[in-house]
């Protein structure tokens, strides 16, 4: 196949991200950019150097010479705009957190594989070298069994009422935007957990500004979990197990080294990269469009249908429903 041509669906923060790794990506090339403003499209196309610039996503959508689509909105609008895309013939790579709960998760699942199309939940960080790395670790159980497991994941969002971190409508709230990395790393170990408890702080827009999520899992494992928009925490995780500990050092999620603890001793691992991490996702991506797969098996749409599940569950625990969330009819 030749070059994988992407389209970017969006012109915010991330989709400049993604649009500044991928015009020096071997094998991509960065082919268009939709917004809902023509003149927010030119400005973001002549900053990446992207040929064709549309004025809403349905044209970009409909580009007929695009092979993938990132989808780049607020968590709100995952759902109306992967479909969208998989609906016009093109594989998707989609932002975390996937969508607003997991009914719209497995809609999004079911259209993909019924369109035959690529599609994956942009968890990056999954694909960094550390973690890579960390996968082969515990396969070869260097620390033991794993019993217990660590992760904060915080800011604080010094940011108005509308803004999408904390705007119900936009599908605010610290769970969606960073408890999902500490769940979804907490999944890739151990899979889905039996039982969920938490506590939380509910703010004035009504969204969880933080939380603390506890984990249960069979034969006693737990996790304890951080997520935060109102507090600035460590960004660290920790693995424990019966023969040692793994720490991975504050900012987890895009670490380039990991800290093995055994016998009274640390040894520090080096797994460097260079440029945002965000790569790796979308080599993953390339490569599975090549092959001719569906999903992921690093990142695979059952995991990501199961981590919302669980963040679903937490906010049923809280009370806190979306405007705008897909409900069984
Ligand atoms: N992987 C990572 O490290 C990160 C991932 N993210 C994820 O990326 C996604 C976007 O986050 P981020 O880039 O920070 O968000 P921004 O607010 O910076 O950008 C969101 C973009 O979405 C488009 N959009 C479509 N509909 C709306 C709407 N109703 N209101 C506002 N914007 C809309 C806009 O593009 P336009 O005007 O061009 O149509 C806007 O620029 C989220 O899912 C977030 O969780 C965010 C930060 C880091
Ligand atoms: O995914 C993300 C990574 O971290 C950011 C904070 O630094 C989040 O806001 C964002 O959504």
């Known amino acids: 196949m030749d070059k994988i041509r992407w389209g970017i669906l969006s012109t915010g923060r991330i989709a400049g991200r993604l649009a500044d790794t991928l015009r020096g990506l071997e094998g991509a090339e960065l082919w268009a950019v939709g917004s809902r403003s023509l003149e927010a499209a030119h400005v973001f196309g002549e900053q990446y150097g992207i040929p064709r610039r549309y004025g809403s996503y ?7 010479e695009l092979d993938v689509i990132y989808v780049a909105s607020p968590h709100s ?4 705009h992967t479909l969208l895309c998989l609906e016009h013939g093109k594989h998707v790579l989609c932002e975390k957190a996937f969508a607003h709960n997991a009914l719209e998760a497995r809609r999004m699942a079911l259209k993909a594989r019924q369109k ?12 960094l070298p550390h973690m890579v790395k960390l996968r082969e670790l515990l396969a070869r159980g260097v620390i033991g069994e794993v019993r217990m497991i660590q992760v904060s994941m915080g800011f604080r969002a010094q940011v108005g009422p509308e803004h999408r971190l904390v705007n119900p409508e936009l599908a605010g709230g610290a769970l969606l935007d960073v408890g999902v990395y500490p769940l979804s790393f907490t999944s890739m170990v151990w899979g889905k957990p039996e ?3 938490s506590q939380v702080y509910l703010g004035p827009t009504g969204v969880d500004e933080q939380a603390v999520l506890l984990l249960g899992y069979r034969d006693g494992r737990m996790a304890t979990l951080i997520s935060s928009l109102h507090t600035p925490t460590t960004v660290a995780a920790y693995l424990y197990g019966t023969e040692g500990y793994v720490e991975i050092p504050s900012p987890w999620y895009r670490a380039k080294s990991l800290v093995l603890h055994r016998n009274g001793h640390a040894e520090t691992l080096e797994c460097p990269y260079e440029g945002h991490g965000d790569q790796f996702q979308a080599l993953e991506a390339m490569n599975c469009i090549r092959a001719g797969k569906l999903e992921s098996e690093v990142m695979p749409l059952s995991e990501t249908i199961a981590v919302m599940e669980v963040m679903d569950a937490f906010r049923a625990q809280w009370g806190l429903r979306y405007p705008g969330e897909l409900v069984e009819a």
């Open 77 to 80: 609008h995952h759902y109306a």
């Open 116 to 127: 035959g199309l690529f599609l994956m939940e942009a968890m990056w960080t999954r694909f």
């Open 58 to 64: 349905a044209e970009l959508a409909a580009d007929p």
């Open 195 to 197: 039982r969920l408890d």
